[in-house]
């Protein structure tokens, strides 16, 4: 079972969304046939059986072992991923586009950013899942609250700075076996959690001083041998 699997196609993406079928992937992280699954989630077994042979079908669950109980033949199945993201690529046409007014104090298009590093870094997981290699990337998630939104303003600045002048020291248009990549860095307030009915009101202010940011570089892949995670990555 993979820790994630990234959603490609249109079809899956209406079958993981379906409500009970939702529920059938997440019991399923624990391999279970469909009379077991009938009874945990407290549904038809016929149900269940059609709802499992649509996941089957686009390769969301898959057959983990067969085994007769008297004149039956039990199948047992797993989900294929403990979790499941859909790809914007699913979306095609309609999907966010960074090309579209870059503005860098637009949340739309830091929205827009993440769609692509989402569509992107899917692209390479399902590749390197398929030919059973590794995809080398780096991220960083820090949290910073700041005292005043002129100190969240300064911070961009410098930050924005000092990533230019990173890039300026180790892009090489030139390398021959060189391999590009993408650096993402984003700035955004927390969304309060919201507080029990009974509960005091958080203060505006409080609230909108807490900020992320995170930065991500992402590559192509690079082989797992043996099966086993290697120590370091490739830092090209």
Known sequence: MLDVAVIEEPAAAEASLDPIRARILAALAEPGSAAMLATRLGLPRQKVNYHLKELER????????????????????RATAASYVISPSVLAAVSPDPSRSPDQLSARWLLALGSRLVQEVGSLLTGATRAR????????????????????????????????????RYHDESAPDGRSHRVIVGLHQIPAVAQPAAGPEPEPEAAAATATATATAQTGTEPNRAGTEPKQEDPR
């Open 58 to 77: 686009h390769a969301l669950v898959e057959l983990v072992q067969e085994r007769r109980k008297g004149n039956v033949t039990e199948r047992v199945y």
């Open 133 to 168: 290699r590794r995809v080398a990337t780096f991220g960083i998630d820090a949290q910073v609250r700041f005292a005043s939104a002129a100190d969240r303003t300064a911070f961009a600045e410098e930050l924005a700075q000092a990533v230019a002048t990173l890039v300026s």
